[in-house]
């Protein structure tokens, strides 16, 4: 019994005093391995007289389980030392430092959304924001389609359980924006907007459009024209053409598609062109009256543009981005090859 203190007080002793997780190892090894210390004491169990040997053995587990724990904590604060010295030394992490590996940007939508911002800023436009979700008479009777109007089938429409839609094409805003301000005015409103489409490269059911209303005395087709080719220079950096084709929208009157000359190849023919050397890229017109009446402003006295700028395709053609899917999808890998310009 003696011998087994003696054991147990050296053993702590070792234990205490052992520098490095190597040094228990041996220590473990020393007492409590196959031919350890404390292992060959148990060996002698068997020639002890029967009254003895259980105090012995209880005796012996006790000491081998306090071994065996007092190896345990030590192990623990050799780890707790490691990392705080890892903490301490080489492996310290600053998250206050630039990652070197990859930088956060805005998203191209959001980059290209600001350039446009700006130039329309600078032609004294002001920009207001559009409802996601509107209501019926806003997305559709506002802007000249009556229910039951045929024009209600040219846009597959989210409707939402309480009547409301998801806003299918951003002049759902005029009419909030013309009882705002009255006239005159000059405004533009991105948005996203929504429609239950069949997905393909070009096809989005959640994209971008910008729209764009000038109402004043006297406002006819050659501003539109000329507000549109200062937009289009300054985004393309180039003087770009432009060419207006019959459209029509319930909403305008006249109505066009406005296509633009190619940039690529400035109109001589190529892929993104589909070699005709021009773009079909904003339809646009003459704000109808009865879309002036109803959002209070006087068809005899005052005239309006409007336009909806396809943003999603127009973002795909300066970032040379083949996949409309890509600008919603997040994918970051994908999203930074955009050719930024
Ligand atoms: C309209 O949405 C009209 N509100 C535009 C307008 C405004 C005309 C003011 C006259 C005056 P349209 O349905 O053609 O028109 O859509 C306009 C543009 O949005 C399209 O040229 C296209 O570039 C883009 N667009 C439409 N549907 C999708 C879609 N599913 N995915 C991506 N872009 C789309």
């Known amino acids: 019994m003696e011998k087994l203190d003696s054991i147990l007080l050296d053993a702590r002793k070792e234990i205490e005093g052992s520098q490095e997780s190597q040094e228990l190892n041996s220590l473990y090894q020393k007492f409590l391995g196959k031919t350890g210390i404390v292992t060959e004491q148990l060996k002698h169990m068997k020639d002890l007289p029967n009254e003895e ?46 990652s070197k590996e990859r930088k956060g940007s805005l998203h191209p939508i959001t980059i290209l959304q600001e350039k446009l911002i700006d130039i329309f800023l600078s032609m004294g436009f002001t920009v207001e924001d559009g409802n996601e979700i509107e209501t019926e008479y806003n997305n559709f009777e506002a802007v000249n389609i ?22 299918t094409h951003t002049s759902a805003a005029q009419n909030r924006i013309m009882k705002k301000y009255g006239a005159p005015l000059k405004a533009i409103f991105p948005g996203r907007c929504f429609r ?36 289009l220079t300054n985004v393309f950096g180039k003087e770009i053409n432009v060419r207006l084709r019959p459209g029509f929208f319930p909403f305008v009157e006249p109505g066009f598609e406005l296509d633009i000359s190619c940039p690529y190849c400035d109109g001589k023919g190529c892929r993104v062109c589909k070699h005709g050397g021009w773009i079909e890229l904003c339809p ?29 395709r127009l973002a795909m053609m300066n970032y040379d981005i083949t996949e409309i899917r890509l600008l919603n999808s997040g994918n970051i890998k994908a999203l930074s090859q955009a050719k930024i310009k």
């Open 196 to 231: 239950n489409e069949e997905l393909d490269a070009s096809h989005e059911n959640t994209f971008f459009q910008i729209e764009g209303m000038m109402i004043d005395k006297d406002v006819s087709v050659a501003n539109l024209i000329y507000f549109m080719k200062e937009m």
């Open 146 to 167: 009556p229910k039951n109007h045929p024009a209600r089938d040219m846009q597959d429409t989210f409707y939402l359980e309480n009547g409301q839609v998801l806003k």
């Open 53 to 98: 040997k259980k105090t012995f053995g209880m005796k012996i587990n006790s000491i081998k389980n306090e071994i065996f724990s007092l190896i345990k904590i030590k192990e623990k604060e050799f780890e707790k030392n490691k990392v705080e010295e890892q903490i301490k030394n080489t492996e310290f992490v600053d998250l206050t430092i630039p």
């Open 284 to 312: 646009c017109g003459m704000i109808h009256p009865n879309v002036l009446k109803m959002g209070g402003i006087d068809p005899e006295k005052y005239q309006g543009f409007a336009f909806g700028l396809g943003f999603s």
